[in-house]
């Protein structure tokens, strides 16, 4: 019970963000009146928790990768590039699902909008991270480099994903001016629908938690390291 | 067995959903509120599904684990 509980919480965490997702009651004026998102408001407490949650565990895997750096021990770059990846898998769904969002309230699936643009070349990155880990065979050498690129991956993203989309106009909510949705930014969010949006970001993450350490303890046996 | 256990646990859950519809009766249950409790049906069941999957998964897991190290 004490080495499993988060993973009851994430359970029972997904399953509210999923049931009182679909059924609470969405804010009239924002949805109706003041958009086009109607019911596809929704989308908000499933497709955001995505970027939110690959956010936090490429947070995550920096710290792991800035770990191996400082003490050069292996297990720290496989948590690492499995952080990355879970991360990745979540960013590509988030990709998805805005997609599909859009095409119903932006009009395309792919409007190049700075947000979408943004998203893709920051994934791509990271893509670019698996790569080169994979292109050497020296684990020590494979390690210090997948690390080093690891940390300049992360410091990419920030400005793709959360500068540079809200320095010029976006449909995204968050760009310049008034564009976008305006439902979905801060003051227009009423208390009830942010009360299923965290616990689902919190229940997202720990599910990425909770793949990312099925990976890395089949990498461990894989390896044939002494499990604790 | 506990696989097609489950397995036929989550058919038997869906088809109780579809049962619904040759039913009679007009917007009661599932059918109530533009029928946004099938929806609801359907996406708890891929989401329990999944979650059932990944506990097998991580079960197997420690049971490896704890095999290797006797």
Redesign the interface.
């Known amino acids: 019970m004490r080495r499993y509980w988060w993973?009851i919480l994430c359970?029972v965490l997904?399953?509210y963000n999923?049931?009182a997702g679909?059924?609470v009651e969405l804010p009239q004026r924002v949805a109706y009146e003041e958009s086009n998102m109607y019911e596809s408001m929704r989308n908000f407490f499933f497709h955001v928790p995505m970027w939110f949650s690959q956010f936090i565990l490429i947070t995550v895997s920096l710290v792991y990768s800035i770990r191996y750096l400082r003490r050069n021990d292996l297990r720290q770059d496989w948590y690492a590039v499995e952080f990355a990846r879970t991360a990745t898998v979540l960013g590509c769904l988030g990709l998805v699902t805005g997609s599909i969002w859009s095409r119903y309230t932006w009009g395309a699936f792919w409007s190049n909008d700075p947000k979408q643009t943004g998203a893709a070349i920051a994934l791509l990155i990271y893509f670019a991270y698996f790569i080169l880990r994979n292109s050497m065979t020296d684990m020590d050498k494979r390690g210090r480099v997948a690390a080093v690129y690891n940390i300049f991956a992360y410091f990419l993203y920030i400005p793709l994903i959360f500068i540079l989309p809200r320095m010029v106009e976006s449909l995204h909510p968050g760009g310049l001016g008034n564009e976008g949705n305006p439902g979905l930014s801060g003051s227009s969010l009423d208390p009830k629908m942010r009360m299923i949006f965290w616990p689902g970001v919190l229940g997202w993450t720990l599910?990425g938690v909770?793949?990312t350490t099925?990976f890395y303890?089949?990498r461990l046996?894989e390896e044939?390291y002494p499990?604790a | 067995m506990k696989q097609l256990f489950i397995t036929l646990f989550v058919l038997l859950c869906t088809t109780g959903v579809m049962a619904q519809d040759t039913a009679e009766g007009i917007n009661e249950g599932l059918r109530a509120g533009g029928k946004?409790y099938v929806?609801?049906a359907v996406?708890?069941t891929i989401?329990?599904g999944l979650?059932l999957y990944?506990?097998r998964?991580?079960k197997k897991?420690s049971r490896?684990?704890k095999q290797?190290?006797k």
């Open positions: 993973k359970i997904l399953l999923c049931i679909l059924l599910l909770w793949v099925l303890r089949v046996l044939k499990t | 946004i929806v609801l996406a708890v989401l329990v979650i990944i506990v998964l991580d897991v490896l684990e290797l190290k």
